[in-house]
């Protein structure tokens, strides 16, 4: 079955439901799912509709400009999705193997459905892992020159028509020019239950102050670190036995899980960006 | 503000929500929330709707009465709740009272909005408690004959109109006839991960088992002991170290949250029974 | 049973814990539980024992006399406790009530082994609370002159031979002065997952930063706010669904939760705190 | 640092931990880590200790020795490990992936600390996976005589020097003469939380039965299906969306973590087994 999934977000007025609703139901379309969130605090509307699209009586282009005038009409921002195009993954990393193993092995047993043709990095360790799963991987040592390392970076994810990055233990900051260029198609984890322990080090920060849970937090790449908007969260019990070095370890597999859950939600179009914050809507299997 | 809400289910078809979501639209009414569900294993349709009713161009009566004809022609079975009506709980209880101080000082806090009219028990230990927060208390023991003392109660809570029977720790099986009177009307906790243990004394057979985590289950009463309906369950992580009466203890926090949650979901109309399962919509708060 | 419990600590060398199993080994006494951390990172040595006094050839004041000399020669910082006293916690709170319920009911239940000989606050409102359970409620208002308002509250402690405080949602910055006076015997229960979200509104706070799950800290009152040894913590996951208020409602059972494992670790002298970092260990039950 | 770990249970009298301890200490070892539980409801005595054995003033064989002498005044089952030596893990498949790919990435990463000298399957299936890693396939199809298949396989295990077999998703029912030749050394995953949903399909059971939660269980296989002691569960939160489908995606992720840790816990030497359950201590790092 091919799907259509259209997630759209506005400034709340009475009848944007029924408005969306109506629309597809008058197109002909069986509407396999909807979601919808009206945010009280904000004032803000947030839907999410799947469509069977298997036959359809029009051209794809033909629904998106019909939905793009309710749009305009309404308020709408809203992006469309077809379930038969594979997004395309990049995967960054620095020296540790954990996050890529699980993101790679995830895809190859079709819980990640994305491909992913190459594995970059700032440093050699990790080509091993890429040779064993056949991905072309590509070492920009930074040296000297950090912007042009970059640069090398971002022309690459053009050639390969790269549509979303994961920064999968990638220990490096990105400019704002990359970040700015990618809005909402990075996604970065990191390795503390932030806002808590922002910045280096938080497993050894975590031990100082003495916390009994450590987490992990994806969440889409900004301008400033660690504060973009979070899409998955979790944590793990720790109690005094462990050293920091303990709790690095703990946490890697909290670090794998909520990495993978945010990829995952990513790929699927279930995830709306308003301000700094993420709606999640889950999806039916 | 006033809300209606209405529960519906039906087999699955082409334009139930739309045909929902435009009938309430064309009535005028503003829809605060809309939650589908379509279970693809089972073909079966479900929905809740919340609707501002604060000022309706109608009768109560006059929308139940159309929504009715609605509902006859694309077969949905359905239910209608109003936001200004105060559910009237009744609880049972043996002689135990962590979950019995729970549901009273959670009602008192405002997170359970519903009258708690009286407490009923077969044995006398709890009195002091009822006596406490200024609620009658009714103490019937068993003895010989259960089947009368079951009458008693059942005449009670017909003269107190009681909307919902809460059994927080009430040791008694219920006869078929009870429970197929208040059927969908009766929350029972059960001390254990349903459907493990089953049945009497389930901490000690998690001690002999050895489990690692031991929880709680609230389900609808039904005739078959420990098998109707689950609303909620959870569960929290125990060792080696603990003995049964440890698991015990440990568990009574377990079974208060879990007993707490169930009790929310009905008192706010967010469950729909459909065969054994239940579905539980979220609420926006 | 009576039962004596030493918790002890030192700079980690060679055969401290043969040396304190000697001790009470040599001295005729049943070792009931025995608990000892090494701190790899700190190079510290923590340890708890409980002993079975119910027959003891000797004095109270003769074995700790002894211990005591041990203790000398190895460098232990230590602390014996009896248990046959009933410690006494006063519960200081401002509006709230979720805690307060919270604490006294489990306290009745038997959960938390202490006396409850009185309630302060600075608001009159939970008054009511105080009387259904009959325990002494002062009320000071803060007015214009807060130091006095807290000479009167430590006044009182020390009044009613108060062994431990318990801030229940008081929400009000004690001075260096009472916590300096009562030291590793404040409980504060703060609502956040600390260090996120320190100080005020930290519900609102992680409404805007889009966390995913809220949490709450049980932790010794310092100097500094919210950043004193952490004893207990406990998240809650949450969605977009969830306004401000929302979480502050989901948040309540959390800090329940927390706030009464913490006091009961206390209670049953669990812990030991070293540098900002507390050690709980678990209790066989 | 070379460490010997010694495992003990015994029927519970007074002076078992100070004689154990003396004897170490009386050897002039350095206690890194002594961990003692007595089981109050069954009066069983359990302790792990961990030695620095990196320059000791006798052979392995003199300590064990000593040792035994005094396991055998006292009581003592025991066991002795050294950590310079490498446990050899087998791994049986059937077709899924999800736990091979996580057994062998967690121990290239170093998490596991074992050998890994062969896989064994009755399907050809996972013979890619173990060539990405070059380890050796041996592909065993089961055919109409199971047993003969089943001695195949229990005459590799005996030929590479397993010490450790993992059952990980081997869709085969294990004869007790296999059970009681490698008893307490094959840990078995099962997609359930049991004792709930014991057997074949757990996922379409667990739908039907419409848990809130669905869980993994790590075992020790023994001669009755699913009932072995447990030795690590977990659970993960579902709700009425997922299908019997959906549920098994959801768990995978949860059999993943809950079988790699209770390996962990085996390859460090921290579970003893009495009657039907698992002491599993932890370690500190």
Known sequence: MIKAIFLMQADD????????????????????????HTDSYEQRFFMRIELDATQMSMTRKELEDGFSELACRLGFEWSCHWSDYRMRMA????????????????????????????IISNHPDMERVANQFRIPYYYFPIGDDKEAQEMKIR???????????????????????????????????HHAFLPAFQGANP????????????????????????????????????????????????GKDCERRVLANAVKAHLEHRIIVYKNRTIVFTVER
């Open 203 to 250: 497993y050894l920060r975590a031990y100082q102050r003495g916390v009994k849970m450590i987490g992990a937090t994806a969440h889409y790449a900004s301008e400033d670190l660690d504060q973009g908007p979070i899409i998955e969260q979790d944590v793990v019990r720790v109690n005094h036995e462990l050293t920091p070095n303990g709790l690095r370890e703990v």
């Open 91 to 118: 995967i960054l990393v620095s020296k540790t193997s954990h996050c890529l193993y699980d993101l790679i092995s995830r895809q190859l047993e079709g819980e990640l459905s994305c491909e992913i043709p190459l």
């Open 13 to 36: 007025s009475k009848g944007l439901l029924a408005s969306a609703v109506d629309f597809f139901y008058g197109k002909g379309f069986n509407i396999l799912h909807c979601q919808q």
């Open 155 to 189: 022309a690459l994810l053009k050639r390969f028509d790269i549509d979303l990055v994961v920064l999968a233990r990638y220990m490096q900051i990105l400019s704002p020019a990359f970040t700015e260029e990618w809005k909402e198609r990075i996604i970065n984890i």
